[in-house]
């Protein structure tokens, strides 16, 4: 009796939802990508979501993105994360508040490291998101800070995405009242930055 009641439900219900089979690609970031100040539905990783439908890409999209997370943070929710999911494609954006907190530049590099090694250990294509500081950090800082993402992404062999809101200064009306955040307005164009580095691992990953 409870074997043919397990058939039934298998026949009626398949094996589990249709969204399990599909390649998941998550997010792991900050307020960049938490839609901070705008609804959820505005932000760029839920544009993201409507462009691989319209592109015909499988993935589902997962944005574990947190506003004011740190990579201390990140690192720490990384591992429930990734056995939770099962990313295919680990999208990494973070280290802004890093710097903004002033933290050593070498313990960010540690906890992004850790991170990049985390996700290709569980099987993901990993990029990393290039951060850049306001100008009043001083030079000797901001350079070292940035320069990290290029010698992980180098030292990794992983993909550099560019500075998501570059070029946003130049545009007032793109940026929210605390002169950091971009606005709603200003997502289609975070999206247009992000997807010429993104869209490979998509191909790369779309028949698993």
Partial sequence: MRKRF?????LL???GPAWADRPVLMVLGDSLSASYGMPTEAGWVALLEERLQEQGYPH?????????????GGLARLPRALERHQPDVLFIELGGNDG???????????????????????????LLAE??????????FS??????FRDLTAE????????????LDEHAELVQDDGIHPTA???PLLLDKVWPVLEPSLRATADR
Avoid at 6 to 10: D, G, R, T
Avoid at 131 to 140: E, K, S, T, V
């Fill in 6 to 10: 397990l058939l039934v439900l298998l």
């Fill in 13 to 15: 219900f398949g094996t």
């Fill in 60 to 72: 589902r999209v997962v944005n574990a993105s947190i506003s004011g997370d740190t990579t201390a």
């Fill in 100 to 126: 903004l907190r002033g933290i050593p530049p070498q313990e960010t590099e540690r906890n992004l490291a850790r991170m990049i090694e985390l996700g290709r250990t569980a099987g993901a294509e990993v």
């Fill in 131 to 140: 951060i850049r500081l306001p100008p009043n950090y001083g030079a000797a």
């Fill in 143 to 148: 350079e070292r800070f940035e320069a990290m």
């Fill in 156 to 167: 990794h062999s992983i993909a550099l995405v560019p500075f998501i809101p570059d070029d």
């Fill in 185 to 187: 307005q200003a997502q």
